[in-house]
């Protein structure tokens, strides 16, 4: 059974470009978490998604951001205009409930230049 | 008050000692509540779940979960020099729809030297 796949895994982005994170989730699981990672800093809850719905984006930023799990195929973070503050570990978790064990991807590590 | 707590160490032991690791929330009905393991320059991996009061043990890992004090900890045996790694502790809150966010700690550091 394959874990939660994140890609890519890094990801330079100048100043101003568009910024794509994937993640699928494990099998058999429907819901879907991004957090993000700042050097020597916890990990931040953005959004929290189930198949075509964003249930909770209380932790992402109104502007650039925005979130997506479509009927088929990954869950998407994107930001766009992107600047050198979005530079962190972008992480996806995935769980077959809503409030049970998460189990995290690799990450996407963007540096934004 | 942060919502969970715990000490940014570096915690240091020597190789065989025990380890333990704290960690406290500050929302008296959450639930459930995970230990996270992460290396440096790696992701989260979930080593331990916990929802119920008192001990829990899986191998060398023992968690204890103290609801009345809102105290969860982490007891390693046997400390492994792989052991060194940030543990984060996470905590899902159990009231009404927002049963479902891992809120997380800033992770303690442990050092276990050989």
């Known amino acids: 059974n394959a874990g939660v796949m994140q890609n890519p895994r890094h990801l330079v982005r100048r100043r101003g470009q568009e910024a794509r994170l994937r993640c699928s989730p494990m099998k058999g699981h429907s819901h879907v978490y991004w957090y993000r990672q700042l050097p020597e800093e916890g990990l931040k809850f953005m959004v929290y998604?189930?198949?075509?719905?964003?249930?909770?984006e209380s932790g992402m930023p109104k502007e650039r951001f925005s979130a997506e799990f479509p009927k088929e195929g990954p869950s998407i973070l994107r930001i766009q205009q992107v600047v050198r503050g979005d530079s962190a570990a972008y992480f996806c978790?995935?769980?077959?409930?809503?409030?049970?064990?998460?189990?995290f991807g690799q990450g996407t590590r963007l540096t934004v230049v | 008050q942060k919502e969970v707590e715990q000490n940014s160490g570096p915690l240091s032991v020597p190789e065989g000692a025990i380890a333990s690791l704290n960690c406290t929330y500050s929302?008296?009905?959450?639930?459930?509540f995970f230990w996270y393991r992460q290396y440096s320059g790696k992701s989260p991996e979930l080593i331990m779940s916990i929802y119920s009061n008192g001990d829990k043990e899986d191998g060398r890992f023992t968690a204890q979960l103290n609801k009345a004090s809102q105290y969860v900890s982490l007891l390693i045996r046997d400390s492994q020099p792989s052991d060194s790694a940030t543990y984060l502790c996470?905590?899902?809150?159990?009231?009404?729809?927002?049963?479902?966010?891992?809120?997380f700690g800033k992770g303690t550091l442990l050092t276990v030297n050989p």
């Open positions: 978790a995935s769980s077959p409930q809503r409030d049970t064990e998460a189990f």
């Open positions: 929302d008296r009905v959450s639930q459930s």
């Open positions: 998604l189930q198949k075509e719905n964003i249930i909770d």
């Open positions: 996470a905590v899902i809150r159990g009231s009404g729809g927002s049963n479902y966010k891992l809120t």
